[in-house]
C-alpha cells in the first residue's frame, strides 16, 4: 500500500531561491492537497515556469490555516516567502476563482494554509517528476 509521505506543490523559479538562499521558512498558499498532510511528513518543492522540477526539499514542522492570509503574513513576517505585495497581488488574483454557493449566493470562504518549514534543502540538479503535478499540488507516495 502506498503511504502518503508529504506534499509538493507547484512554486515559480523566480521564488524558489528564497527558501535556499534567503533563509525564507513558511510557504503560504490557499488550502488544497492539505487533509492528510501533518508535521514530520515532506515538502518536495515543485519549481515550475521554466526549468521545471523537484528541486529540494523541506520537513513540515508546523500547519496554521486562516481565512485571511494577512494574519498569517502578521503571524509570520519576514519568515514568508512571498512579500506582503505579492501576496496581495496573489490574493487579487484568486479572487477571480472564488466559488459561489448556488443555494445561497455568497461566496465561499477560501482557506489559506502555511507550511513552517526546517531542514530546507536544495538537490544538487533538478530531478523530474515522473507525472505531471497539478496547480493544487499532489501528496507525495512511497
Given at each position: 500500500?502506498?503511504?502518503i509521505?508529504?506534499?509538493?506543490?507547484?512554486?515559480?523559479?523566480?521564488?524558489?531561491?528564497?527558501?535556499?538562499?534567503?533563509?525564507?521558512?513558511v510557504?503560504?498558499?490557499?488550502?488544497?492537497?492539505?487533509?492528510?498532510?501533518?508535521?514530520?511528513?515532506?515538502?518536495?518543492?515543485?519549481q515550475?515556469?521554466?526549468?521545471?522540477?523537484?528541486?529540494?526539499?523541506?520537513?513540515?514542522?508546523?500547519?496554521?490555516?486562516?481565512?485571511?492570509?494577512?494574519?498569517l503574513?502578521?503571524?509570520?513576517?519576514?519568515?514568508?516567502?512571498?512579500?506582503r505585495?505579492?501576496l496581495?497581488?496573489?490574493?487579487?488574483?484568486?479572487?477571480?476563482?472564488?466559488?459561489?454557493?448556488?443555494?445561497?449566493?455568497?461566496?465561499?470562504k477560501?482557506?489559506w494554509?502555511a507550511?513552517?518549514?526546517?531542514?530546507?534543502?536544495?538537490?544538487?540538479?533538478?530531478?523530474?517528476?515522473?507525472r505531471?503535478?497539478?496547480?493544487?499540488?499532489?501528496?507525495?507516495?512511497?
Open positions: 500500500m502506498n503511504t509521505t508529504g506534499a509538493t506543490f507547484p512554486i515559480p523559479k523566480e521564488y524558489m531561491s528564497r527558501f535556499f538562499t534567503k533563509g525564507k521558512t510557504f503560504i498558499k490557499p488550502a488544497t492537497c492539505y487533509k492528510e498532510i501533518k508535521p514530520g511528513m515532506k515538502l518536495v518543492f515543485y515550475s515556469h521554466e526549468d521545471t522540477g523537484y528541486v529540494g526539499e523541506a520537513i513540515i514542522e508546523s500547519i496554521d490555516f486562516s481565512e485571511d492570509p494577512l494574519t503574513y502578521q503571524k509570520f513576517g519576514d519568515a514568508l516567502f512571498l512579500t505585495e505579492e496581495n497581488t496573489y490574493m487579487t488574483g484568486q479572487e477571480r476563482w472564488a466559488g459561489v454557493r448556488v443555494t445561497s449566493e455568497t461566496k465561499k477560501r482557506i494554509m507550511l513552517t518549514l526546517k531542514q530546507i534543502t536544495q538537490y544538487p540538479l533538478v530531478r523530474k517528476p515522473e505531471f503535478v497539478p496547480v493544487g499540488g499532489q501528496y507525495i507516495r512511497e
